[in-house]
């Protein structure tokens, strides 16, 4: 990226921390496009459904990815209809749950009845892989998209959107994945060829930054790490993407928030910087 560049993002970057409904309005800066911005509920795996709410509602983001430790896997009608109602007074969405680890074919069924009672039509997950013709049958029976996420080269189970495409190209279309930009660079990918690539089974996004593109990268607060962000917004819309771009920031997780704020900001800030 040239300097001037760089230094009108920083510029659009400040400007959407200081001034976030001055500069942006309601969600201004991605209001136009295909693709809304929202948040991997892991982000908050520390804090509870409050102090998320919260935090969301600071950075203008209105679509969250559930997790069981916001809204157990148990949890009754009563508990659902209540969590629904506080995201709503918060102008939120739950438009998805997980990622879910499915070990068994009873997990899988626990995963498909609670994501239904949540009232989602998405589930992330990372499926054994002796599971996957039996989510196969799950995805027909409940009309349901299933995003397999990666992990990179950390764990050896779907490292990246090669690795899941080749798992999924013979099985039903709504059986896809959720592309972490983040853990696909640490694997040596590069994350926008892969957005291209399979863009017709990209079901939902996790954005981040990363220090470098090998398993020693660590996860940094978007725009300082090595991704080109300017080229994956591009692409989000050569490719026509509609889905969730999540942030799934895990960096300082104990006090993560100016680092939520710093990535959403600049996000934002290169989609306006980008427009046409």
């Known amino acids: 990226m040239n300097t001037q560049m760089s230094r009108f993002l920083y510029f659009i970057f400040v400007l959407a921390l200081i001034f976030p409904k001055t500069v942006f309005g309601q969600h201004t800066a991605e209001k136009d496009e295909s693709f809304k911005i929202g948040m991997a509920g892991y982000t908050y795996h520390k804090f509870d459904l409050d102090r998320t709410l919260a935090d969301l509602e600071t950075n203008q983001v209105q679509y969250l990815c559930i997790k069981d430790f916001h809204l157990p896997f148990d949890s009754s009608e009563e508990d659902i209809r209540k969590f629904h109602e506080k995201l709503a007074s918060k102008e939120v969405h739950g438009y998805a749950v997980g990622p879910i680890y499915m070990r068994s074919k009873e997990e899988v069924d626990v995963a498909f009845a609670y994501a239904k009672r949540v009232g989602v039509k998405l589930i992330v997950g990372v499926p054994a892989h002796e599971l996957l013709g039996y989510i196969n049958e799950k995805v027909q029976e409940y009309d349901f998209n299933y995003a397999i996420h990666m992990h990179g080269p950390d764990i050896d189970l779907y490292p990246d959107a090669d690795d899941i495409w080749s798992h999924v190209k013979d099985l039903d279309p709504r059986m896809g994945m959720c592309l972490d930009i983040g853990h696909t660079a640490r694997n ?25 593109n090998t398993k020693e990268g660590k996860s940094i607060e978007i725009g300082r790490g090595i991704l080109d962000i300017p080229a994956f917004v591009q692409m989000l819309r050569e490719t026509g993407y509609t889905g969730v771009c999540s942030l799934e920031h895990e960096r300082n997780m104990d006090n993560p928030f100016s680092g939520i704020a710093e990535s959403i900001g600049y996000f934002r800030g290169v989609i306006v910087a980008t427009k046409n």
């Open 188 to 212: 040596g990918k590069d994350p926008v060829a892969d957005l291209k690539k399979y863009k017709d089974r990209i079901y939902d996004m996790h954005i981040k930054d990363v220090t470098a």
